[in-house]
């Protein structure tokens, strides 16, 4: 089995916004974002799993994270599994298969991918217990940070790892928090019916956008500020398919079309060629 090639094919699966992207990535760096991803996608599945309830998922992502902090030069084949236990069979591929994702870094960052998929599992297990109570916009910061801008912070050590790339790391958080605000807003009429509300009290989806276009302009200066390279292909991808999907929910509608998707993604990669 192709390790890679077998992770690929899961991503494309999981997620076509962020496969388009890393797919153009160069080798070495393309494993390690591929392995940050898939790790975090593996505990992000528990945290919106529809079948299990809060402190069950609370306990899961905890298992995990103890896991990943013991992890030295890899994982015993059985280290995730033996946890999942009884709710085997309810969780998804991406997500019993973190072991797998957590190998396929070059060995000099997995153990930072290791931490950062760890911290944000301690982070999510208590989201979970609180049933996501967002009241104020400092809890909406909270909860950003928690699942989005911390993966801000590890790109910018991953560009710095790969190929020394430094990054205004106050940027990189509202970069990764922008996206979260804008899947909230996708997400926003699901969340509801699962009955998770991460507006703030009194918010309407205009306060939000407001809140998503001003974290936007913080992850347009760290984009804006990237020299020529992978890194800057990668992030003017994501900013601009967040940027499109902001103003067609602006506009009524619920999502880009494929072909509003390839459109935007043939404009930016035609200005980075």
């Not at 590890?154 to 804008?182: C, E, K, M, P």
């Not at 020299?227 to 800057?232: K, M, N, S």
């Amino acid at each position: 089995m192709n390790l890679t090639r077998d992770a690929l094919e899961v991503l494309k699966e999981t997620s076509r916004t962020f496969y388009i992207p890393i797919i153009r990535l160069p080798l070495g760096l393309q494993e390690a974002v591929t392995s940050a991803y898939l790790c975090m996608r593996a505990i992000d599945q528990i945290e919106d799993h529809p079948e299990l309830d809060n402190l069950t998922k609370a306990k899961l992502l905890r298992s995990v994270s103890w896991t990943l902090q013991a992890g030295v030069d890899g994982f015993a084949v059985d280290a995730f599994s033996s946890e999942f236990g009884i709710y085997h069979n309810l969780l998804e591929e991406v997500t019993l298969r973190i072991r797998e994702w957590t190998l396929l870094a070059p060995a000099t960052i997995a153990p930072r991918i290791w931490d950062s998929t760890a911290a944000m599992a301690d982070r999510m297990a208590y989201w979970a217990e609180i049933n996501w109570q967002i009241h104020t916009e400092s809890d909406l910061d909270r909860y950003t940070f928690s699942v989005a801008s911390a993966v801000g912070l590890l790109l910018s050590d991953l560009w710095a790892w790969y190929d020394g790339t430094q990054t205004n790391r106050t940027h990189a958080i509202g970069f990764g928090r922008a996206l979260q605000a804008v899947n909230i807003l996708r997400n926003h009429s699901e969340d509801l019916g699962r009955g998770v509300n991460f507006f703030p009290y009194g918010w309407s989806v205009e306060n939000m956008q407001k809140y998503a276009r001003r974290n936007l302009a913080l992850a347009d200066a760290y984009t804006n500020a990237l020299p020529v390279g992978p890194a800057l292909d990668f992030c003017q991808i994501l900013v601009t398919l967040a940027h499109g999907t902001t103003n067609v929910l602006a506009e009524g509608k619920e999502k880009l079309t494929r072909s509003d998707v390839l459109a935007l993604i043939d404009k930016v990669t035609n200005l980075t060629k």
